[in-house]
């Protein structure tokens, strides 16, 4: 069993980029990683995915623009975000799968605005 912890959000203006982190405090070696985002009034939904394969999947609305990456060694999963855009501004969430477990982190805001 793991813990979540994302850092790295905040505020950039239209255009800009921001790369969250999510620090886990054990090894995800085994574990599906992603990100997921959530806007006010709306569903949490997925913005990204990296398997223990390093096999990746990304919401059309994001794709192009942001790339998930996964640093086993050092436990983290990184989401790095470029073209932001005002619809992106949502708090963002870390989440770990295995063999049915899931774990979430307590999330990180980021808002796009100038």
């Known amino acids: 069993q793991v813990e979540l912890v994302e850092s790295g959000g905040g505020l950039v203006q239209p255009g800009g980029s921001l790369t969250p982190s999510c620090k886990a405090s054990?090894?995800?070696?085994?574990?599906?990683m992603a990100w997921y985002r959530q806007a006010p009034g709306k569903q949490r939904d997925l913005v990204a995915s990296?398997?223990?394969?390093?096999?990746?999947n990304y919401a059309d609305s994001v794709k192009g623009r942001f790339t998930i990456s996964r640093d086993n060694a050092e436990n983290m999963v990184h989401l790095q975000m470029n073209n932001l855009k005002a619809d992106d501004t949502a708090v963002y969430y870390c989440?770990?799968?295995?063999?049915?477990?899931?774990?979430w982190g307590q999330g990180t805001q980021v808002t796009v605005s100038s």
């Open positions: 989440k770990a799968d295995r063999f049915g477990e899931s774990h």
């Open positions: 054990g090894s995800i070696i085994l574990y599906h």
């Open positions: 990296i398997t223990n394969y390093r096999s990746t």
